[in-house]
């Protein structure tokens, strides 16, 4: 069975840091493309990174540019994001998602990922 697992969120201060985690299980890991995805109350789900199969090549949102980091251990079948400068409105579950083959035409699209994990909960207070 298909598992991904987040872990490494939780209740942290504006300007602090915090790296969330995806243990995979179940895939080929070097051969998918992985991507991390947000919630906030009341948002849809959005985009926030995403790193093709062997890491040389990463895309962010706007809004998390020059502050988040998409990294992966293909070793270990896991990706992380590493999310320093930490503000309030980065509050949301963090979800992360596989998908089998990068497109620049979809890649920010929740719907073009196969596999999701539960998700992770980060808080950030003012």
């Known amino acids: 069975q298909v598992q991904l697992v987040e872990s490494g969120g939780g209740l942290v201060q504006a300007g602090d840091s915090l790296r969330l985690s995806c243990a995979v299980s179940?895939?080929?890991?070097?051969?998918?493309?992985m991507g991390w995805f947000r919630q906030a109350p009341g948002k849809e789900r959005a985009f926030v990174a995403t790193?093709?199969?062997?890491?040389?090549?990463?895309y962010y949102s706007d809004s998390v540019k020059g502050r988040f980091t998409i990294s992966r251990d293909n070793a270990k079948n896991t990706v992380y994001l590493q999310m320093n400068s930490l503000k309030p409105e980065d509050t949301a579950v963090y979800y992360c998602?596989?998908?089998?083959?990068?497109?620049?035409?979809?890649?920010?699209?929740?719907?073009?990922?196969?596999?999701w994990g539960q998700g992770t909960q980060v808080t950030v207070s003012s």
């Open positions: 179940g895939l080929p890991f070097s051969s998918y493309v």
């Open positions: 790193i093709t199969r062997s890491g040389v090549n990463t």
């Open positions: 998602a596989a998908r089998a083959t990068f497109s620049v035409s979809n890649y920010y699209r929740d719907r073009a990922y196969a596999y």
